[in-house]
């Protein structure tokens, strides 16, 4: 079965720290896609990042970088130096080869207090 | 540049009542998905679309559910004789290319029923 886990529900970190948003797989299949997505307060997801099973190289855009381990079905996300623009919820998510749909884990809330 | 569009942004119904929402996807994107996400939940998966087939529908869209993109273009989410269980955020995603692609999502449409 496919699940995905965001252990952490709320995290708090005041500007300019460091936070880690971590994610968790399962799958059956060899070939998968794995995604993050911003849901800020205005409500609308906003596309991040997509990768495949087959690249695990870490990847870094600005103040973003993720951490993706096939060895402990793990998609991590950290934030550099975070701003309160950062604050959001944020969705890791899974889908399947040959089957479009997302299977989204619950978030994990982030507040970045000034 | 347009993004995906919804209507109605919000929608407040009696139970019973039957409702219907809209959905525009970025033009040329040939698949279309629909997703449902209750508070503090991640979206989950309704049914998508290939140009006009309806290609998976998940179990969660019982059969007072239906959805049509009869050209291929915009789709159509009906619930019929709502329930105070249908109240939730309806979110609509398009997406082109490789069906693994990222999808990108509209505003939602928030159901209220009473």
């Known amino acids: 079965a496919q699940k995905v886990t965001q252990a952490q529900t709320e995290i708090s970190v005041v500007e300019k720290e460091d936070v880690t948003l971590d994610c968790v797989y399962e799958?059956?299949?060899?070939?998968?896609?794995l995604f993050w997505y911003k849901q800020p307060p205005s409500g609308e997801l906003v596309f991040l990042i997509r990768r495949n099973s087959f690249d695990e190289q870490n990847e870094i855009s600005g103040r973003y970088s993720w951490n993706f381990q096939k060895s402990t079905s793990s998609f991590n996300f950290t934030i550099t130096a975070s701003q309160v623009v950062d604050s959001a919820v944020y969705f890791c998510?899974?889908?399947?080869?040959?089957?479009?749909?997302?299977?989204f884990g619950q978030g994990t809330e982030l507040s970045v207090k000034p | 540049d347009t993004g995906v569009s919804q209507n109605p942004r919000h929608k407040i119904t009696k139970r019973g009542q039957n409702v219907t929402f809209r959905c525009d996807p970025i033009?040329?994107?040939?698949?279309l998905y629909w997703y449902r996400q209750t508070l503090g939940q991640g979206p989950e998966f309704l049914t998508y679309f290939q140009n006009e087939a309806q290609l998976e529908k998940s179990r969660l869209l019982s059969d007072r559910f239906s959805a049509e993109r009869p050209k291929g273009s915009f789709s159509t989410l009906e619930i019929q004789r709502t329930e105070q269980g249908d109240s939730a955020m309806y979110l609509c995603?398009?997406?082109?290319?490789?069906?693994?692609?990222?999808?990108?999502f509209g505003p939602g449409t928030r159901l209220t029923v009473l």
């Open positions: 033009s040329e994107h040939n698949r």
């Open positions: 995603a398009s997406s082109a290319g490789s069906l693994n692609n990222e999808q990108f």
């Open positions: 799958t059956r299949d060899t070939t998968y896609y």
């Open positions: 998510a899974l889908s399947e080869e040959r089957r479009g749909k997302l299977i």
